[in-house]
């Protein structure tokens, strides 16, 4: 059974850094694209980066140039690195993966960014 499972969220400031991790059992290159979204309450959840298994990134236009997302071959674990954080990006964010026949979901790490 693939698992996701996410860490590094937490409480930050406002212009403060977070790094999320998601690490998964199977090998990153199962999956066809990996991705962090987000949910606040009240609003739909929404994409804020992915990367594909050939390596091509794509980002939210809401967080482009504020946070990059990446990943560790070796250790099959993405990243999102967060800087300049902002109170809207408060959220729920969760890891997803797709495979060729379904998609995984983390848990979820919630994010406050607050003084």
């Known amino acids: 059974q693939v698992q996701l499972v996410e860490s590094g969220g937490g409480l930050v400031q406002p212009g403060g850094s977070l790094k999320l991790s998601c690490a998964t059992s199977?090998?990153?290159?199962?999956?066809?694209?990996m991705g962090w979204y987000r949910q606040a309450p009240g609003k739909q959840r929404e994409l804020v980066a992915d990367?594909?298994?050939?390596?091509?990134?794509n980002y939210a236009d809401s967080v482009k140039g504020r946070f990059t997302i990446s990943r560790d071959v070796a250790k099959n674990t993405m990243f999102l690195q967060m800087n300049g954080l902002k109170p809207e990006d408060t959220a729920v964010y969760y890891c997803?993966?797709?495979?060729?026949?379904?998609?995984?979901w983390g848990q979820g790490t919630q994010v406050t960014v607050s003084s």
């Open positions: 199977a090998n990153i290159f199962s999956f066809n694209v």
């Open positions: 997803n993966a797709l495979s060729q026949w379904r998609d995984y």
């Open positions: 990367i594909s298994s050939h390596g091509t990134a």
